[in-house]
Every structure is written in structure tokens, then in C-alpha cells.
């Protein structure tokens, strides 16, 4: 049987209903060009339930005030859920101590902390970090400026055609005995999900540290750092039901504790002197400033909101969404070339191409029809190259994403084909 002819196989995820989950999303409660929104770009950012909205106008409305520095009520109010979200987020993740979780702008900011704080102490000339093929340019550019100015060396773990990590060369590349070896959780592109306990076992033997970048995984799957036993974790909120301006990074307590501040100012200090200062303990010590207190106050309502839908469940209902995907759009889009690994191995992502029209003019059609993807290089230009292709379009998906609205897609793909036939 033919992939054109063979019957949708996909098992409902009894235990998580889109459809209503839906309606806690106001946003998606509209009609662009007279069609209802569908939203296909939650990789890039999430759409912000209720809950969320709730908990940063509530900050703002009953306790703004800045953070570890009023002794009064509004100021004590606003630490507390400042750092209440800190053990939601901790929860999360499964990180056992909520003062190694370190609130950072976004994923970009949290590597970037570890390439100038850890880096530029630790990696010396004619070292060695690890890279991949697939690694977006946040966990790619922090590093080529370490190198450069370091004189290090760069390896990169290459990928199959079907989009996953080669461990026969990553095997080879640690006999280089690298310091650091980092590579994401979850391709955005491809949506490959990677094999992270048993890389950061093998890493670890051979005597790297490892940072893994989690962007398009916390959001996605059931994440805990105790099991993967990595040394840095890094993700942004505003892809994980969060807002925008929220981010984390988590590091193994004495590596952070060893670690000089990464910005200096008000908050990040224990004493100051005119030639000399204390540092505070962690988590302040990478904090300076006043922080964006209401995204992290709504990063930890949405970390609560996923802890009650469940991860088990939206990682099931991502894979179904990318099952039906991968079987409906080769059925009714003739000719669309969908690339990445089958459905168990990737997370809600699904790039595609239609052969002799370019992803933005996809893009741009679908989106009369109220359809909304991504179309570029995703801020992944070398696995592009890699594919041989300028660019891509790409679907993505979250816990309001319904099969409905593949079916939107493929019925959009289908006028994108006739449009550009006639
Ligand atoms: N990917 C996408 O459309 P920031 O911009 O710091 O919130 O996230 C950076 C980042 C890091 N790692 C991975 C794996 C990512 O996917 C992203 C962001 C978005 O795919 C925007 S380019």
C-alpha cells in the first residue's frame, strides 16, 4: 500500500482535549481575512492561555512594585510570586533546587550567559566544543565568538538525510576529548528529537560538561534535568505557553556557585566598595537590574498550566498531530516534500516545501486563509545548507493545535498549488 492510499491510523489522546483547550486561549478567537485563525506557528511563539494573562495582570493591577527591595506589602507581594515562579519552573523541569534556575530574557540570553561566564573562565586555546549540524543560531553564534576569541576549535556532529544526530561520528568526536559538548533538546527545524541522556552519558565520559538547549522541548515533552544529568539547561518562556521576555537557565549548582556574574549592577551584589564587590548567592548573582518581573511571574502560571494538562499528554497529542500530519498532507498535497524523521522521533514540527514555489510566497497565501506558518531558514542557515535548501515552511504545533486545523492546511496547500498552476 501506498502512502497516497493507506487509511489514517491515529489513536485520540483521550486525555487532552484541544478543542476545549482552545477556548482558554483568547487569541485564537478570531478571523483573519474572514477565515478563522489557524494558528501553525507555535514553535516560534506560543499563544498565552488565560491563566497566564491572569497572573501578569495581576501583578500589575494589585502588586507592582520592584522586586527584593521595598519593605512594604506591594514589594513583598511581587518577590513572593517572583520567586514562587521560580519553584513552579523548577517543577517543571524536575530541578531539585529552584535557586539553580536563573530567569534570563529568553534561551539566546541563557546560553549566552554560559558562553561568557563559564567560556571565556574555562576554554583556552586548542580546546574543543561540540556543536551539531542542526543547532540553531543561538546555540551556534555565543559559541564561534567564544572560539574565535579563544583560538578554540568547533566540531560539529553531522546528521542523516532523515534529519537525526550521527552518534558513530559524535563517538569519534569525543576521542578529540572536548570540554563542552551542546546541542538542542529538539530541532525547530526538523522537529528531531534528541537522544540527550544517553549523549550527556557519553559526553560526560569521555569528560565534557554539556548545556543543552531546550527551546523547543519544555514546551513539548516531559522534561527532567535529574534524568538527563546535564550540566546546563537553557529554554525561553515565550514558547512554553509563557510571555514573551521570559527565559531560564538552569545549571548544576557548583558549576553556577564557580561561575563569575555574567553582567554586573543593583541585585547581583552582596556588598559594594568603590574598588571591590561581594557577589550575592544564587540564583541573584546572574540577575542584575530589575528584572521583567510580570513575564516570569507568568512564566511560572504557565508552567502550571502545562503541569496540569500534564507533559505525558502533550507530548501524545504532539504526536498524533505529527502522525496525521505526515499521512494527510502527502495524501491531499501532491508533490509537497515533508522532510525530518518519522512521528516517534520528532516533536510538533512538520517542514515542507512545494516544488517550484517559494515558502514565502506559501507562506503569504496560506495567510490569506487565515492560516499562519513560518516560512525562511528558522535561524538555521547551516542545517539548510546541509538539506541543500534556501528554505522552508514550517508547521508547528501546541496543546490548542486540533486536527482540524491540518485539514485547514492541506485544503490551503491545495489553493496555494492552483493558484500557482494557473
Ligand atoms: N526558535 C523558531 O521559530 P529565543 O529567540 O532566545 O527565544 O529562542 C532561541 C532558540 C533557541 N533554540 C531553539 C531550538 C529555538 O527554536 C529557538 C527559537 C524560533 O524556531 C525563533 S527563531
Known amino acids: 500500500m501506498t502512502t497516497e492510499t493507506r487509511p489514517v491510523v491515529v489513536a485520540p489522546s483521550a486525555a487532552l482535549d484541544p478543542a476545549a483547550l482552545k477556548a482558554d486561549f483568547p487569541i485564537l478567537d478570531q478571523e483573519v481575512f474572514g477565515h478563522p485563525l489557524v494558528y501553525l506557528d507555535s514553535a516560534a511563539t506560543s499563544q498565552k492561555p488565560l491563566p497566564v494573562l491572569a497572573a501578569m ?111 558513530d561520528v559524535f563517538d569519534v568526536l569525543l576521542r578529540l576529548k572536548p570540554k563542552l559538548v551542546a546541542f538542542t533538546h529538539v530541532s525547530n527545524t ?131 498531530l505529527v502522525a496525521y500530519a505526515l499521512e494527510t498532507l502527502p495524501r491531499e498535497v501532491p508533490g509537497i516534500e515533508l522532510y525530518g524523521p518519522s512521528a516517534d522521533q520528532r516533536g510538533g514540527v512538520v517542514p515542507f516545501n512545494l516544488p517550484g514555489i517559494h515558502p514565502h510566497d506559501v507562506a503569504q497565501v496560506l495567510d490569506r486563509f487565515g492560516i499562519a506558518v513560518r516560512a525562511g531558514h528558522h535561524c538555521t542557515m547551516p542545517l539548510h545548507e546541509r538539506l541543500d535548501l534556501a528554505a522552508t515552511a514550517r508547521a508547528s504545533f501546541q496543546v490548542y493545535t486540533t486536527l482540524e486545523d491540518i485539514d485547514a492546511l492541506a485544503a490551503g496547500l491545495k489553493e496555494v498549488q492552483t493558484l500557482f498552476a494557473g
Open 57 to 167: 495582570d495581576e501583578y500589575y493591577r494589585r502588586d507592582n512594585a520592584n522586586v527584593h527591595r521595598g519593605i512594604y506589602q506591594l514589594s513583598e507581594r511581587a518577590t513572593a510570586a517572583y520567586e514562587g515562579a521560580r519553584e513552579k519552573v523548577a517543577r517543571l523541569i524536575g530541578a531539585p533546587d529552584p535557586r539553580t534556575i536563573i530567569w534570563t530574557r529568553n534561551a539566546t540570553e541563557a546560553i549566552n550567559l554560559v558562553a561568557y561566564s563559564w567560556g571565556r573562565r574555562n576554554i583556552n586555546r586548542g580546546d574543543v566544543i561540540v556543536l551539531t549540524e542542526m543547532e540553531h543560531h543561538a546555540n551556534l553564534v555565543p559559541w564561534q565568538i567564544l572560539a574565535q576569541e579563544k583560538d578554540a576549535d568547533l566540531e560539529f556532529i553531522p546528521i542523516t538525510d532523515d534529519g537525526v544526530l550521527r552518534q
Open 190 to 320: 526538523l522537529g528531531t528529537i534528541n537522544p540527550v541522556v544517553e549523549m550527556t552519558r557519553k559526553a560526560h565520559e569521555a569528560g565534557a560538561l554539556v548545556l543543552v538547549d531546550g527551546a523547543q522541548a519544555v514546551p513539548h515533552l516531559p522534561v527532567d534535568i535529574a534524568e538527563i544529568g546535564c550540566d546546563f539547561y537553557a529554554f525561553s518562556g515565550h514558547k512554553a505557553l509563557g510571555p514573551t521576555g521570559s527565559g531560564v537557565l538552569w545549571g548544576r549548582r557548583e558549576l553556577l556557585e564557580a561561575m563569575p556574574p555574567f553582567m554586573g549592577g543593583g541585585d547581583m551584589i552582596r556588598e559594594v566598595h568603590l574598588r571591590r564587590s561581594e557577589w550575592n548567592e544564587l540564583p541573584w548573582k546572574f540577575e542584575a537590574g530589575t528584572p521583567d518581573i510580570s513575564a516570569q511571574i507568568g512564566l511560572g502560571a504557565a508552567a502550571d498550566y502545562l503541569l496540569g494538562i500534564g507533559m505525558d499528554n502533550v507530548r501524545a497529542h504532539e504526536q498524533e
